[in-house]
């Protein structure tokens, strides 16, 4: 059983930057695939970024195409610890983000963290 601790999450301003904290438990975290959703009101679930465990050839990274260039996923594999960086928010990402761990086959979720930017 894997947990999920999000935090960061809050109100900002269109143009304004965040950075979502998620601290996983287990000690085999560098080999999780970890990645950020989010879910607007009345949406359904997407995928924000994904960061591969890079056992075999370092981490890779894929985004959705509506944050590339300003969302930045990265990992602290001493610390168990995912960041999503936030930068130039839209009021468009107003959403609950969910951090993600994929542990072999099984998914593990956060509770999630509320962003919220205002026009």
């Known amino acids: 059983q894997v947990q999920l601790v999000e935090s960061g999450g809050g109100l900002v301003q269109a143009g304004g930057s965040l950075r979502l904290s998620c601290a996983a438990s287990?000690?085999?975290?560098?080999?999780?695939?970890m990645g950020w959703f989010r879910q607007a009101p009345g949406k359904q679930r997407e995928l924000v970024a994904r960061i591969t465990n890079g056992i075999i050839s370092g981490s890779t990274t894929n985004y959705a195409d509506s944050v590339k260039g300003r969302f930045t996923i990265s990992r602290d594999n001493g610390k168990n610890t995912v960041y999503l960086q936030m930068t130039s928010l839209k009021p468009e990402d107003t959403a609950v983000y969910y951090c993600t761990a994929r542990v072999r086959r099984d998914d593990y979720w956060g509770q999630g963290t509320q962003v919220t930017v205002s026009s």
């Open positions: 287990g000690r085999t975290f560098s080999s999780y695939t």
